[in-house]
């Protein structure tokens, strides 16, 4: 049993169309158009009625096999592609007093482990464990400077994953890595030209022994390193 729509056949007619999408319903009629019935999991009563835009008659309802989309076939105005929007933004506030952030946010990473890690400019990594969107994410988090760790610079502005258990992150002042295995973070130096790599913005791992690096110097670096041994070297 779902619920109970004799109000809405006497107001609206025959019936043509059912169709179940995620945990609503909704419903055609043959001549005066498509209602919603919305699941409410958190009310006695578990499903409202919701009218849409669509008010002729309606023919057929499919669900795309692709995409989050029902299309609809009316009678006289064609065919209508009704879709709801499933997302929402939340926000975690990092100007809070338990964070203390007020710097600009310059990178985001949410690894296999669930942990959240925020790059800031000037104010180091905000690292939170157990993120998720549906709750509340002051669970447990800790912050990484350059006062407190071997991070090499409190500017981050990028975390790229590595395939042998290691998260890249690079800085004002040249590249750290965090090692999953050891649980620790590492300083990575890389030197060209005789200068050490400063300003990096973005790094991909090629393969387990390369790293593309640019900066906002205009360079782009290949970085080819031995990754056999527990500290890797350039």
Known sequence: YITDVETEIQKRGEISSVIKKQNDYYIGFKSSGLIRLKYQPDQKIKYITQSTDIACGIFCLVKDKFQDIIWVGTDGQGVYMYFTDAFSIQNTLLNTPAYQINNPVRALFLDNE???WIGTKGGGIVRINNY???????TSFNRISAANSTLTDNAVYCFAPG???KLWIGTENGINYYSYQSK???EFPVVADNKKVKYVHSINE???TTLWV???GGDILKVIFDASTATPTV
């Open 214 to 216: 640019s900066t906002d």
């Open 163 to 165: 395939a042998t258990g």
């Open 132 to 138: 998720s969107s549906d709750k509340e994410p002051l």
């Open 206 to 208: 090629l393969n387990d």
């Open 114 to 116: 669930q942990t959240l």
């Open 184 to 186: 620790q973070l590492k």
